[in-house]
C-alpha cells in the first residue's frame, strides 16, 4: 500500500472555526510533511515531523497547529484561519533512515477555503 | 534543501513528441528528484538521481545530471495526453527527512 490519504476533500470554514486536517499512511514512514500550496504556485514546507517529533517549522503562524499522535497519522489543526490561508494542504510521508533522503508520496491534498 | 529553477516555464507539444524540461540549481547537491502534479492535486514522485549518477530511466522518462554545471534534464518520450501535469524539481542539499523545496515548475501541456 503506496497511498497517503487526506480528509476531508475539501473544507469551507469561518475565521472563527477550529477545524482539523488529517493524513495518514500505513507504508512505516517515519517521516511526515505538511506542505501549502496557493493556486499556480509551487508547494511550500510547513512543518516536518521525524519519528513522530517535530523537527522543522518553516515559520508557521501558531494559527496552525500540527501533531503526529503516532506513526500512522498527522493533523493540522486550525484556528482563526484568515482567508488568505485559503489553499491547498498537501500530506506527504517518506522513509527516514540513516540520514539518506528518500523519495515522497504525497496525498491528494484538502482544499480549503477560508470565508 | 534549495530551489531549483525550471525551464521553460510552459511547453505546449502535440502528442507522441517527446518533451524535455530543465532545472537549475546553485549550490552541490546529495540528490535531484522530479516530481508531476496533475491539475492541483497531489504530486507524484517520478525519479531520485543521486550525485554521483548521470542518467537514470523509468518508463519511458529519462532523468540526466550534470553536477559541473549544476542542471538535471528531464525527458518525456512519446508523449500521451495524460502526460499534461506540472513538473517540478527539487533539488537537495542535506541529509534525511528535511522537507523539499520546489521551483515554479514547467506546466507541460500535450496536444491531441
Known amino acids: 500500500d503506496t497511498e497517503v490519504t487526506q480528509t476531508p476533500k475539501h473544507l469551507v470554514m469561518g475565521m472563527t472555526n477550529k477545524k482539523s486536517l488529517k493524513c495518514e499512511q500505513h507504508?512505516?514512514?517515519?517521516?511526515m510533511y505538511w506542505y501549502k500550496q496557493k493556486a499556480k504556485k509551487p508547494p511550500e514546507l510547513m512543518f516536518v515531523y521525524s519519528y513522530e517529533k517535530l523537527s522543522i517549522n518553516e515559520s508557521v503562524p501558531s494559527r496552525f497547529s500540527p501533531e503526529c499522535p503516532n506513526s500512522s497519522l498527522l493533523n493540522l489543526h486550525l484556528h482563526a484561519l484568515q482567508p488568505e490561508d485559503s489553499a491547498l494542504y498537501l500530506c506527504a510521508s517518506s522513509q527516514a533512515l540513516g540520514g539518506r533522503t528518500y523519495e515522497q508520496y504525497f496525498g491528494p491534498g484538502t482544499r480549503l477555503t477560508v470565508t | 534543501s534549495q530551489q531549483g529553477e525550471e525551464d521553460p516555464q510552459a511547453l505546449s507539444i502535440q502528442e507522441g513528441e517527446n518533451a524535455t524540461m530543465n532545472c537549475s540549481y546553485k549550490t552541490s547537491i546529495n540528490n535531484l528528484q522530479w516530481y508531476r502534479q496533475n491539475s492541483g492535486r497531489g504530486l507524484v514522485h517520478l525519479i531520485l538521481?543521486?550525485?554521483?549518477?548521470r542518467e537514470k530511466h523509468s518508463g519511458r522518462l529519462r532523468v540526466t545530471l550534470d553536477t559541473s554545471k549544476k542542471s538535471s534534464s528531464l525527458l518525456i518520450t512519446a508523449s500521451r495526453a495524460a502526460d499534461t501535469a506540472s513538473y517540478f524539481c527539487?533539488?537537495?542539499?542535506?541529509?534525511?527527512?528535511?522537507?523539499?523545496?520546489f521551483g515554479k515548475g514547467t506546466h507541460l501541456i500535450i496536444q491531441p
Open positions: 538521481i543521486r550525485s554521483n549518477e
Open positions: 527539487a533539488p537537495y542539499s542535506g541529509g534525511g527527512a528535511d522537507g523539499l523545496t
Open positions: 507504508m512505516g514512514h517515519r517521516a
